[in-house]
């Protein structure tokens, strides 16, 4: 038998699609009794991040006093 040898000479290079996306922000999803500050001092370490998660979500969130279970908001990163 003859040794041959693969031709890669045709193959690209490229991202996966299974890979996740760097540019996919985080999200969380609201439960009864979250706050924006509740869900900030949880996943950023300081309550006093909130108005971070607001200017995130602005297109959802009209007024940070009054967010809704089922909301999936951006979560900026730490």
Do not use: C
């Not at 540019?23 to 924006?36: F, K």
């Not at 900030?40 to 967010?67: T, V």
């Amino acid at each position: 038998m003859a040794d041959k040898k693969a031709d890669f000479s045709d193959v690209q290079s490229g991202s996966s699609s299974t890979a996740p996306s760097a540019a996919a922000p985080r999200t969380y999803t609201v439960v009864a009794g979250d706050s924006l500050s509740k869900i900030a001092k949880q996943l950023l370490g300081k309550a006093s991040r909130w108005p971070e998660i607001h200017s995130l979500n602005k297109d959802i969130i009209k007024n940070p006093d009054l967010i809704r279970p089922g909301q999936v908001l951006k979560i900026p990163d730490k």
